[in-house]
């Protein structure tokens, strides 16, 4: 007969997991999204005031966060420039431009 010897977490390990979990708390906004990273748009429609169709004409012509195109269907945009807007929507200034790496994807350098 073999016995079975199970071992009890350490408290090392458990403290880690809740070190974790406070650090992402901390990374993370009242609305829930991360400060680092990018959303699409269905991560982030509970928290915009205006249609899907609305938000990407203010990302066009630059009083929305810019969008950044992977292809014809996928796009996303900076979750610290969608939180700047959200904070300020009046007086919000993009950092940089839309990106579309679709379009550059067959040119050549």
Known sequence: MSHVILAAPHEDDSQKKSKRSSETRREMNAGGLPING????????????????KW????????????????????????????AWLNDPNGYKPKGGPI???STLGQKS
């Open 56 to 83: 990407a004409q203010m990302a066009k012509c630059g009083k929305g966060p810019p969008i950044t195109r992977y292809g014809l269907r996928c796009s996303f945009q900076d979750n610290d420039e969608i939180l």
């Open 38 to 53: 990018k959303s699409r748009w269905g991560d982030i429609k509970h928290m915009i005031p205006v249609s899907h169709e």
């Open 100 to 102: 579309d790496f679709h």
